[in-house]
């Protein structure tokens, strides 16, 4: 048994790598002719791997006590919360598909602001309007379900969202409230405080009256009059330049007839005596008398 | 925490640095194995000897980091996962016998002077293991295990190493590894 030991710093460092070229050089040709002294290395050699390899288990026996995360990457925090807000999406998205109300369902709220001007929003807590099939049903059962009577200012019916509340001006038809359970006995109509618009009694009763008799007189005394008698209505002048139209328009005060010539409008009154033509001044009235004329 | 903390706690010899850095890149380094055929206990054995090479050159103030901790170490266990790949190709296609002959007298010869280690007292164990794997200073060994000084551990250093050389003799004779 070989007890001899050869220790020195110069073996340490050469077993480190530690010792300059020309240095490891010497070293390596002695331990060529030593062989006690290569023996030795070897040895040397095998403690520093030992070491080397228990310092490594060591340091393994430490890292394995720590707590890792060994979960997959999809269990991890940034995952989960993405998971979470992406299941809230989609169960808001489904919330809202499915309760939602359709186009059918959508009610109406109509609020007048003190301008006039018609405010709209849907509310689900106001009236129910009904499928246009169901009033049309209804309708047709009891003649008129509700009256509403138009106003010159006009309705809007707003599809927009609920809550949302907007200023239109473009007239629309309100849709009347009506119940499922309605019946023709129900249907009480109160005209006692209806009142026809002016423009619709304008609208009713104007007619181009081709049955009033016309004659041309030509009479240099009267240049521009009229005289109505027997029932027969006579121009005294020349009318012969341009086209002339009587109007009739029939009111709770009898009929009123209007001469239509040369783009003005004059009254008649249904007189004897010869009365001179003047033209109506009043803008309104000219302006609906044009509006009859040309829609005849 | 940064970087330059990092290493600089690890050239320091701090273990509690390593811990926080294993733990921090453990899901990246092991998935990164894991997805190159690796299992989950391979992945670990290699980003775990990468994080020791790591700590021995950084503690040994051989490293020069020039790019991100994580980068080098995610470097360092690609390479040992190769290694480790191509070690398998190997002992599946070439001559297993011999090497298992040469595997088992190693092993034998290692199990001793790992016994023999285990003889010695902690200290000496730390002391050795401190100066010949981790290449740390005397210095530094003096200040992390509480000597007065470089001297007192140069000195413990070599009672040790003199001791475990003659434990490991002493064995070895008994096993005929020397003449």
């Excluded at chain 1, 907007?166 to 009480?188: M, Y």
């Excluded at chain 1, 104007?206 to 049955?211: G, H, V």
Aim: net charge negative.
């Amino acid at each position: 048994m070989n007890q001899r030991f050869i220790y020195s710093d110069k073996a340490d460092l050469y077993l480190k790598g530690k010792l300059s070229g020309n240095e490891r050089i010497d070293f390596e040709e002695k331990m060529q002719k030593d062989p006690l002294l290569q023996s030795e290395i070897k040895l040397q050699r095998d403690v520093y791997h030992a070491l080397g390899e228990a310092r490594k288990a060591g340091l393994k026996a430490r890292l394995n006590q720590i707590p890792v995360d060994q979960s997959p990457w999809f269990a991890g925090a940034p995952f989960k919360i993405a998971a979470v807000v992406s299941a809230f999406v989609a169960t808001s998205v489904v919330m809202y598909v499915t309760f939602t109300p359709s186009e059918e369902d959508v009610v109406y709220q109509v609020n007048l602001d003190e301008q006039g001007q018609q405010i709209y929003a849907e509310s689900s807590a106001k009236i129910n309007a009904p499928k246009p099939s169901t009033i049309a049903a209804i309708a047709e059962k009891s003649e008129m379900a509700v009256v509403q009577e138009p106003d010159e200012s006009t309705f809007t019916a707003s599809n927009d969202p609920v809550a949302q509340t907007e200023v239109r001006k473009i007239p629309t038809i309100q849709r009347p409230n009506v119940t499922a359970d309605f019946s023709e006995n129900d249907v009480q109509l109160d005209y006692s405080d209806f009142e026809v618009p002016q423009k619709q009694a304008l609208q009713g009763s104007a007619s181009m009256d081709s049955e009033v008799a016309i004659e041309k007189v030509v009479d240099k005394a009267y240049p521009f009059h009229y005289q109505f008698y027997n029932g027969k209505l006579f121009l005294h002048g020349d009318f012969q330049d341009a086209p002339y139209k009587i109007i009739a328009l029939n009111t709770e005060n009898g009929r009123t007839l209007f001469l239509e010539y040369a783009g003005y409008y004059y009254r008649i009154e249904e007189q004897e005596a010869i009365s001179p033509l003047t033209s109506i001044t009043d803008t309104s009235l000219v302006k609906e008398l044009r509006r009859l004329s040309t829609a005849q | 925490m940064k970087d330059s903390v990092i290493l600089e706690r690890i050239s320091r010899g701090d273990e509690k640095a390593l811990d926080e850095l294993y733990r921090k890149y453990y899901r990246m380094m092991t998935q990164a194995i894991i997805k190159n055929s690796g299992t989950e206990q391979e992945a670990k054995d290699i980003y775990q000897d990468a994080l020791i090479v790591f700590w021995q050159k950084a503690v040994s103030q051989q490293l020069v980091l020039t790019s991100k901790i994580s980068t080098y170490i995610y470097s360092i266990c690609l390479n040992l996962w190769r290694k480790e790949l191509d070690r398998k190709s190997r002992l599946s296609h070439e001559e297993k016998d011999s090497i298992e002959y040469i595997d088992n007298e190693s092993q034998e010869r290692s199990k001793i002077i790992h016994q023999c280690i285990q003889q010695l007292g902690d200290t000496c164990q730390k002391i050795l293991m401190f100066y010949y794997f981790d290449d740390m200073s005397l210095q530094d060994i003096s200040q992390k295990l509480g000597f007065a000084n470089a001297e007192t551990v140069k000195t413990k250093k070599y009672k040790c190493k003199k001791r475990l050389d003659n434990l490991v003799k002493t064995n070895y004779s008994a096993s005929d590894f020397l003449d």
